[in-house]
């Protein structure tokens, strides 16, 4: 809502040095949200004045038409002599009367004016559009011709009411009173402790049986229709300067009177009007329900085809408007038009003025089917005063008498469902329970008066609340009411005692400690966007029954492309690599830690569950029933370096490695150690995957996998060569965690060392001599370790062999040597058998 | 050399003359005295301490002295062989220490070679600083809670009373779950626009007193650009006691302002209007950049506040009744309150952070300098 600061003043006796930002402090301060104060012509210096064209002379051989031009500005000059001026503009002719400033002035935008020579002629000042003032566009891009009657020489930064603040207010949901003047005048009011001229406050006649005949059919959809007619328009009257420029402030484009006039009584009382024009009306005005598949063409041309649900204004022929939304074209006002053969101008004469109230829950739907957000729309969403539709008929008809000459009849049409006022019981000391203020009841019951409510009862107040505030329904909302009229500000700060709390549970913990194992591990985080698309899975190879296929897809995603939720965060952090990579960074190690989307196939759609009291558990249950599994993951990619080369040594380039111990870097964190075993698994290599396995309950669970990219995966997406890759389901991870961790017994006896090395079959997975050693060695075995990995011509074609550094110590004693050797010999001998491992040498 | 005199006879024996062992005595510590290296000490040393150096060998002849003289001689060498063992060790000491401080000197290094070899890692600021605002209330006593990001249009609108036709369910761009059916199909499941669903998960979940705070990423249908992002975190806090007040709310705000930017910091209260907080407002802190400086102050333009002296941190209020009713708390019995706040805009004044794309393109050389903590 836009609030000219001059208008305000209409209605409220604000201090006359009070300025824009001023009433936008105070305004804030009860809670109307002024986003900005514009302030109109600001800089803005004249000679600005009216003049009257005296000749126009064509100049020839230019781009464009140019005109030259001798203007009367009176005494304005200085000189009493006519003003010459170069004009580009074209919609003026001898004796229309226009804007013209003058050398010396100053336009809005810092636009310094002096005489200057152009299209080899001297120009003494212009000849102004709206534009160029400040104005705003008339869409005519044209020079402003002004109505006759102004006097040659007339200031017209004053005519013109160039020199305004407009407040610009982003009025919440619940303040629909607040979409007009009125309202905003009665905040304004409040907050300065000033009267308010209630614009509402006329003269209405009585209804009686001689107003256009109008018929509701749907008395809940609309409670209150009021017609008036007015005869007797001149075709030829235009918007005085005055309520143009207050529509043009507002924000609105002046169209022709009698719609000039409907938006300026909404703008001012908040009630949407229309008129239509009775000549083109067949009969009695109805309001009833569509009839489905019903088709209306609405004044902004569209044709539309009308839901059961719609309600629609109709006469004889069936709909001309959708109510409270926007009116039909084939009962639009006409705008002055010369007949072709008498030359008379012909418009629309005879008026049939609408202020009706419609329901807003209606009006919402209709204006959100159809896609068409009107003025109208929005206020009715929000709720309209009721109360007011027959005073906003008045002063529609007042407006239409005195400025177009037209005359009002007799008849007033007034349809109205009665409805009894609105009250609320409340405690007198809510208010101060809720803020925790003791503000009392007299302040409580004087706010309360002041926002409009009638107050009666003592310790227990039985409030009955204005017609303007459809939003007062509850005790807390009129507590507000009390607290911000008595300025948040001005609360206390206070701290509650919450019960002494458990800190973060294991989980987050554990969510924690993972972003900063992998971060110390040199990896960067990286926070990337869900949204994915089946394109990517084609590039990274996942094939079609591939279980991350199935995706959560939106109804409205910002991409077509992207249709999706992740349902693998591999994605987005190859995104991000090829990313940096093409920023110039090469060497590079990124995580992410996050939610992937998994649908469960049986997902029902997600009930609308009562809110009048708690659902069942069962009912709750079936919402997150209708939800995909969301578990948490972590992921890695690697490409480059991992350790960078320089004056130490050559460096060292990630590989599949790095991917694999990334996933034990994040297992290990849960206390959980990773089962490696290979696999083949897109998008990886399909001899460099490694399928990472946690045991919960005893049971092995796929976790991940981890490993270097396929070739192909790599030449498609245009990744840096051997990129790796790693991507772990932490909730399974979580589920592995086998609780507190248990402290090791550490022996002082001296260590006994062995060595051995092993051949095995090439495809003997070193992971199985590993736990074959141990499982051979036995309890003495303290530590084992892979030193080396070898092929050769001696060891035969296919064969490699694996060096083993094993440590064994006892608890109680110093061992023997015999006792060591007989433990790696059972080692050995395990691997013999279960690995077809032979000892070397 | 000698043998030892066992024809008894009184004897000179040339070499244990006073004057015969002051030479040799003047002789080694001359030699000691000319070693100038370890090597040179030690052949020094055989010479002249030695089992052939000649001090070694008289005192081989005190034997055929006779035995008044014996005592005599003997500690005349004695004393000789103390003195060259005194000097050696004494020389020794002093070119070890030539030597230590010569193998020092030539082991020097540029200690300021760089050594970038592993590049350091980090986590991502958003991340960090989700943490350290959550931390803040779990100081205070406060559990942190979780929800689910695909969440149920009840969660998200309707238990907050966002009612079905409301304006204010249209004021969020949602991004609406596709049914599993046909498409077209209504899911009922949305993106979660904020994270207040996890205040009704919580009040369903939970008995009263709760004090529990949500940081977490939620979804709009805006296209990213400098200053938004249709992937953006929130945190939310949610306090549901007997007899709490808009004070307490006041408070608690100003705590967490105060633990984040510093105990000068100040907070405002703006009525404002969410579905789910009756009464509402908007919460204001003063300006972490100009600190209110720029107001009026053309001088001085500000851009994190436009020169208005506040940022705008979100909406807050008393949890609306309706929503008590909703998850099943008594409204009679129990009040409570509850806000929302952008983190990133919230990690963007507190950083400097000029533009929100920067936040969501994982350019590490963004990230990196954040380092572990914020």
Request: hydrophobic share 40%; proline share 7%.
């Amino acid at each position: 809502m836009r609030v000219p600061l001059s208008w305000l003043r209409e209605y409220v006796d604000l201090p006359a040095t009070a300025t824009g930002r001023d009433v936008q402090e105070k305004l804030i301060a009860v809670g109307l949200e002024v986003e900005t104060v514009e302030r109109l012509g600001e800089g803005l210096k004249g000679p600005l004045v009216v003049g009257q064209v005296l000749t126009i002379e064509e100049l020839e051989g230019f781009k464009k038409p140019i005109r030259f031009c001798t203007v009367d500005v009176g005494d304005a000059n200085g000189t009493g002599e006519p003003q010459e001026i170069v004009c580009g503009a074209r919609n003026f002719a001898v004796g229309d009367k226009v804007v013209v400033v003058l050398p010396g002035a100053v336009l809005p935008g810092d636009f310094k004016i002096a005489a200057r020579k152009t299209y080899g002629k001297k120009s003494h000042g212009m000849i102004c559009s709206g534009d160029e003032l400040g104005m705003g566009d008339d869409g005519t891009h044209g020079i402003i011709v002004l109505p006759p009657e102004y006097e040659v020489g007339t200031d017209a930064i004053e005519l013109l009411e160039l020199v305004d603040e407009v407040l610009d207010i982003a009025v919440t949901p619940d303040r629909g009173y607040c979409l007009s003047m009125r309202g905003v005048a009665r905040e304004t009011a409040t907050a300065y402790g000033l009267p308010l001229r209630d614009p509402a406050l006329l003269d209405v006649p009585p209804p009686n049986a001689g107003g256009y005949p109008v018929k509701v059919a749907d008395p809940i959809g609309c409670d209150r229709f009021t017609a008036r007619t007015i005869t007797g328009l001149n075709v030829e009257a235009r918007s005085p300067i005055w309520l143009q420029r207050r529509l043009q402030k507002a924000g609105m484009r002046p169209i022709s009177l009698a719609v000039d006039i409907t938006n300026y009584v909404m703008l001012e009382l908040g009630q949407p009007l229309h008129a239509y024009d009775r000549a083109t009306v067949d009969g009695p005005i109805g309001v009833r329900r569509a009839t489905p598949g019903e088709k209306l063409t609405t004044l902004d041309g569209t044709k539309r085809v009308l839901d059961a649900e719609d309600l629609v204004i109709t006469d004889n022929r069936g709909p001309i408007g959708l109510a409270g939304v926007m009116g039909g074209a084939n009962t639009e006002i006409a705008g002055a038009v010369a007949d072709p053969e008498t030359g008379q101008l012909r418009g629309t004469t005879d008026i049939v003025v609408e202020a009706a109230h419609f329901d807003a829950i209606t009006i919402a739907r209709t204006a959100r089917r159809h896609k068409l957000s009107s003025e109208a729309a929005k206020r009715f969403e929000r709720g309209v005063d009721p109360e007011a539709a027959s005073a906003a008929a008045q002063r529609t008809v007042d407006l239409l008498v005195l400025l177009g000459g037209g005359t009002a009849e007799d008849g007033v049409t007034e349809i109205v469902s009665p409805r009894g006022p609105r009250t609320i019981s409340v405690a007198a000391n809510h208010p101060d329970k809720v803020a925790g203020v003791e503000y009392g009841r007299e302040t409580v019951v004087r706010r309360l008066q002041q926002v409009g409510c009638d107050v009666y009862g003592q310790d227990e107040l039985v409030v009955t609340v204005p017609s303007w505030r459809p939003d007062l329904s509850d005790p807390n909302d009129l507590a507000e009411e009390v607290i911000r009229l008595e300025g948040y500000e001005n609360l206390p700060s206070t701290l509650p005692k919450p019960p002494a709390g458990r800190g973060l549970t294991e989980r987050q913990r554990l969510h924690r400690r993972v972003g900063r194992a992998l971060a110390g591990a040199g990896y960067v985080e990286a926070l990337n966007y869900p949204f994915t698309g089946p394109q990517i899975l084609d590039q990274l190879g996942i094939e079609p029954d591939d279980p991350r296929r199935v995706a959560v897809t939106l109804v409205n995603p910002l991409s077509d492309e992207e249709p999706d939720l992740r349902t693998t965060l591999l994605p987005g952090l190859l995104g991000a690599l090829r990313r940096n990579q093409g920023r110039g960074t090469h060497d590079l190690a990124l995580f992410e830690t996050g939610p992937v989307f998994r649908p469960t196939g049986d997902e029902k759609p997600a009930a609308r569950l009562v809110v009048e009291r708690r659902p069942s558990d069962d009912d709750i249950a079936s919402l997150d029933a209708s939800l995909p599994d969301q578990p948490r993951r972590a992921a890695v990619v690697l490409a480059g370096g991992r350790e960078q080369a320089g004056w130490w040594d050559e460096g060292r380039p990630a590989i599949w490695a790095d991917a694999v111990e990334a996933g034990r870097i994040v297992a290990r964190e849960a206390g959980v150690e990773l089962i490696v075993r290979q696999d083949q698994h897109a998008p990886f290599h399909p001899g460099r995957c490694a399928a990472l396995l946690v045991l919960v309950d005893g049971e092995e669970v796929l976790a991940g996998h981890a490993g270097e990219l396929h070739p192909r995966v790599i030449k498609t997406l245009a990744l840096p060569e051997r990129t790796c890759a790693m991507e772990i389901d932490l909730d399974h991870i979580e589920r592995a965690a086998a609780g507190p961790r248990r402290a090791p017994r550490i022996s002082a006896f001296p260590v006994a060392t062995q060595d051995v090395a092993l051949i095995v079959d090439d495809s003997v997975p070193s992971a199985d001599v590993e736990s074959a050693l141990r499982d051979g060695a036995g309890a003495l075995l303290e530590s084992l370790r892979l030193f080396d990995v070898f092929t050769g011509d001696q060891l035969g074609e296919g064969k490699k062999s694996l060096a083993y550094a094993l440590r064994f110590r006892a608890e109680d004693r110093t061992l023997t040597a015999e006792e060591a050797s007989a433990a790696r010999d059972a080692a050995v001998a395990a691997a013999v058998e279960r690995t077809g491992a032979v000892l070397r040498g | 050399m000698s043998a030892p005199n066992k024809s008894y006879d009184p004897v000179e024996v040339e070499a244990l003359k006073p004057e015969e062992i002051a030479a040799r005595l003047d002789e080694a510590l001359a030699a000691i005295a000319a070693a100038d290296s370890l090597e040179a000490l030690r052949e020094v040393k055989a010479a002249h301490a030695g089992d052939r150096s000649p001090l070694a060998l008289a005192n081989r002849e005190i034997g055929a002295l006779p035995p008044h003289a014996k005592a005599d001689a003997g500690k005349r060498v004695g004393q000789a062989r103390g003195r060259v063992n005194q000097a050696l060790k004494a020389r020794q000491e002093e070119l070890e220490a030539e030597r230590d401080a010569r193998v020092l000197v030539e082991e020097a290094v540029d200690v300021t070679l760089p050594y970038d070899r592993t590049p350091g890692g980090a986590r991502h600021p958003l991340t960090t600083f989700m943490e350290r605002v959550a931390d803040v209330f779990v100081a205070m006593g406060y559990e942190v809670a979780e929800g689910p990001e695909v969440e149920a249009e009840w969660f998200n609108f309707d238990a907050l009373n966002f009612l079905p036709d409301h304006p204010a369910r249209q004021m969020q761009d949602t991004f609406f779950v596709q049914g599993n059916g046909k498409k077209g199909d209504e899911s009922g499941v949305v993106l979660r626009t904020h994270t207040s669903p996890v205040q009704a998960r919580t009040l369903v979940d939970r008995e009263p007193p709760v004090y529990v705070v949500c940081p977490g990423r939620v979804y709009r249908t805006d296209e990213l650009d400098a200053t938004h992002s249709p992937v953006f975190h929130q945190i939310e806090l949610l306090a549901v006691d007997e007899g709490l007040t808009m004070a307490d709310l006041k408070g608690t705000l100003d705590h967490m302002v105060r633990a984040l930017f510093g105990p000068d910091m100040k907070t405002r209260l703006r009525p404002n209007y969410f579905p789910f907080t009756e009464p509402s407002a908007e919460m204001d802190m003063v300006c972490y950049v100009c600190r209110g400086e720029s107001v009026g102050n053309p001088d001085r333009p500000c851009r994190t506040c436009s020169s208005e002296g506040w940022i705008e941190l979100g909406g807050c209020g008393m949890v609306n009744p309706k929503v008590l009713i909703a998850c099943g708390v008594d409204p009679e019995k129990y009040s409570g309150f509850a806000f929302g706040f952008g983190i990133d805009r919230m990690l963007m004044f507190r950083h400097n952070v000029e533009d929100m794309r920067d936040m969501f393109e994982g350019d590490v050389r963004f990230t990196r300098p954040f380092g572990m903590e914020i």
